[in-house]
């Protein structure tokens, strides 16, 4: 089935620790994206990539890192400067024609991280 | 840049009873507008989306949103609210980029 996969569910990091999420997608998507969730705070843009080998900084990407070497796959580093990291983190893929992003953005399962 | 405000971080309402979920936006052009729905720890699904054309969109699971350009709201609705609607609604503007609303918890009554 086509989707988005996003690994590990759960992962703990220790204080100093870099940790990287994966995120892959079989959709032939050309965009993917990073989210992070806290409660009540809905979702917040780290980064995003709209073709391989480019990507553009969201709202807060300090402390974070990306890359995108293969259109399938978005993997997020999570670095020692991100001083509050615990969080919900969801990766996002879509179509991207056009001038526009008409097309429906569509969210993997998350993944739980948590500072111990 | 585009935003999304969700006025309501929390509504209760009894199953049966009809539901409406605000959202407001601000974009210079005509947005594109979503709305998705989130169980606990789970991804976001789509529950319908306006680009254009008749602004009365029907959605999944029964549920339908309006965009009113005059007042910038894209408000969610479904007359009768079943026990598994609980969850949480996010309200979201495509502009330059995506952004979302911080989300209003929905909580079904028996």
Redesign the interface.
């Known amino acids: 089935d086509g989707g988005?996969t996003q690994s590990p569910k759960y992962l703990f990091r220790k204080e100093g620790q870099n940790v990287t999420l994966s995120c892959e997608q079989n959709l032939n998507h050309d965009a993917m994206?990073w989210?992070r969730q806290d409660p009540?705070?809905?979702?917040r843009?780290i980064y995003?990539s709209q073709i391989v080998n480019d990507f553009q900084k969201?709202d807060i990407a300090e402390g974070y890192s990306v890359s995108r070497e293969k259109k399938e796959s978005f993997p997020l580093t999570v670095t020692s400067a991100q001083k509050n990291p615990t969080a919900?983190y969801?990766c996002?893929s879509r179509h991207r024609t056009g001038t526009?992003?008409?097309n429906?953005?569509?969210?993997?399962?998350?993944s739980?991280l948590t500072v111990v | 840049a585009q935003s999304v405000t969700?006025p309501d971080?929390h509504i209760t309402v009894s199953e049966g009873a009809s539901l409406e979920l605000r959202c407001n936006y601000s974009y210079g052009a005509t947005p594109?507008l979503?709305w998705?729905v989130q169980s606990p720890?789970?991804?976001?699904?789509?529950l319908l989306?306006y680009?254009s054309g008749d602004t009365l969109v029907q959605g999944i699971k029964g549920f339908e949103a309006e965009f009113k350009r005059s007042q910038s709201s894209f408000n969610l609705r479904k007359p009768s609210v079943h026990w598994s609607d609980a969850a949480e609604y996010?309200c979201a503007v495509?502009g330059n980029?995506?952004?979302?609303?911080?989300?209003t918890r929905l909580t079904v009554k028996p």
Do not use: C, H, V
């Open positions: 988005i994206y989210y009540g705070q809905g979702l843009l995003y969201g919900f969801l996002a526009g992003n008409k429906t953005i569509y969210f993997g399962e998350g739980w | 969700q971080i594109y979503f998705y720890g789970q991804g976001l699904q789509l989306k680009f996010f495509e980029d995506m952004r979302f609303g911080a989300g």
